[in-house]
Nanobody
């Protein structure tokens, strides 16, 4: 049974940092590309960061470039999202997802597996 379990969310003041984790089970970690998405209240879910698990290539949404870093520990079957210089507009539910294609990594229909999400709240 495939499971993606996010953790690490919380409340932080603007300018602060958080590291999200996504523990993967049920498939060999490097089988799929992985990504982080987020959904703010009243907004559509959007892609935040993407990684090719077998090669390390990464991609980011323009809104988080230079502030967020996606990484992985293949041996631990875990995906991470290090978030720094957080802004109130980063407030959202953050989801990890498995699947995707590098040519259009934000296309959510290409991701077959999703976690339940972890809430990030950034206050000004």
């Amino acid at each position: 049974q495939v499971q993606l379990v996010e953790s690490g969310g919380g409340s932080v003041q603007a300018g602060g940092s958080l590291r999200l984790s996504c523990a993967v089970s049920g498939f060999t970690y490097a089988t799929y590309c992985m990504a982080w998405f987020r959904q703010a209240p009243g907004k559509e879910r959007e892609g935040v960061a993407f990684i090719i698990t077998s090669g390390g290539y990464t991609a980011y949404a323009d809104s988080v470039k230079g502030r967020f870093t996606i990484s992985q520990d293949n041996a631990a079957n875990t995906l991470y999202l290090q978030m720094t210089s957080l802004k109130p507009e980063d407030t959202a539910m953050y989801y990890c997802a498995a699947g995707g294609r590098v040519d259009n990594w934000k296309r959510q229909t290409d991701f077959g597996y999703w976690g339940q999400g972890t809430q990030v709240t950034v206050s000004s």
